[in-house]
């Protein structure tokens, strides 16, 4: 009696072991196991309640555990409970849920999210992974909780990309005790180009492997000289929106085929001396402050503006325009730009969108 009672205790360890195992290998497979985000929206379809952001995307944050557990940040209150997900033929979407949560109940400073997010937790059915972001929806139509990567997780990430290949467009200089490095080749023997204090933002131009380190490709952001970084130092630029712009900027592809976002008037003038009328404009957003304003002249002709991280960046000026100077100010949420004895007057709102 002893001994079956032996074999079937055996049995049983080993057929537990095997199901971890099986457990283990599935959540490894999942696309969104190990992974860590922060709330970017949500997207309600009801007209009355709109878009919902948060004031500050850092205090709503989720970690899909490898386990199967999931730890939330909701603003003051902390949140914990189970997740799963079934990736359908394409993995990059599938079914989602969460188990019940267990929710500390501080009471948040408002506004504050989390009791809708901890409420409405148990009806998300369904992931969608797309431009970087992830996407929950909610059963029956009733909404969609966007997240974007939390900066912690792309930080200490292993295999930092380029934009092309999803990863964000800018870096922030960041980690270093004093200033970090900026050096002619992917080597720490490497001359030194120039130094910058933490906090500096860089155009991301590709990263690649050298020997057991990383190293990226960047430039200054405003302009500058170009050289390599290691990846340790540099984590993704948290763009003026609060979100970190994700993938291709393809705004200015967008509005060249007249594919626009918006449209409508502001003000401008086109001649020294003209005083400001109102022209018609369309724009192409990409997210992260990055996006292409064409504007339609009094004369009939357009004027494309290109921003990046909500500033101005250039203009589509020519030989036949003689380059003329352009220079951008701004007072509170309005861009004051002038290109030669044109002046155009653009707030936030066009170029951030909401």
């Known amino acids: 009696m002893t001994r079956k009672f032996r074999i079937i205790s055996d049995a049983l360890f080993y057929t537990a072991v095997l199901l971890s195992m099986i457990a283990l290998g599935v959540a490894s497979a999942n696309p969104l196991s190990g992974t860590s985000w922060q709330l970017l929206e949500f997207q309600s379809m009801d007209d009355q309640v709109g878009t919902q952001r948060p004031e500050d995307p850092a205090l ?90 939390a900066v912690e997780h792309y930080a200490t990430a292993k295999r930092p990309t380029a934009p092309e290949q999803g990863g964000p467009r800018n870096w922030e200089a960041s980690g270093a005790a004093d200033q970090v490095d900026l050096r002619e080749q992917a080597s720490n023997t490497s001359k030194s180009i120039a130094r910058y204090p933490n906090g500096t933002i860089f155009s991301n131009l590709g990263c690649r492997q050298v020997e057991a380190q990383y190293w990226c490709d960047v430039q200054l952001f405003t302009g500058g000289p170009r050289g390599f970084i290691p990846a340790q130092f540099l984590k993704p630029a948290v763009s003026p929106d609060g979100s970190v712009a994700m993938g291709p900027d393809d705004s200015a592809m967008r509005a060249g085929q007249g594919q626009f976002d918006a449209t409508g008037k502001i003000p401008c003038a086109q001649s020294a001396g003209q005083p400001m009328t109102q022209c018609d404009f369309g724009v192409a957003r990409a997210g992260g402050g990055y996006a292409t304003v064409v504007i339609k002249r009094p004369d009939g002709s357009k004027r494309a503006l290109f921003f990046s991280m909500g500033k101005l960046v250039g203009a589509d000026t020519s030989q036949a325009d003689g380059y003329p100077e352009v220079q951008s100010s701004k007072q509170s949420d309005l861009h004051q730009i002038r290109i030669g004895n044109e002046r155009y007057e653009i707030p936030d709102a066009v170029i951030l969108g909401g």
């Open 60 to 149: 709503y944050t989720m970690q899909l555990n490898t386990d199967g557990t999931v730890s939330m940040r909701l603003n003051c209150n902390r949140a914990t409970g189970s997740w799963s997900a079934e990736a359908s033929a394409n993995p990059d979407s599938g079914h989602f849920k969460f188990g019940p949560l267990a929710m500390t109940r501080a009471l948040c400073p408002p506004p504050s999210m989390d009791e809708s997010i901890a409420a409405q937790s148990h009806y998300i059915r369904s992931y969608l992974l797309k431009d970087g972001n992830l996407y929950l929806s909610l059963m029956a139509d009733g909404g969609i909780y966007a997240w974007e990567p």
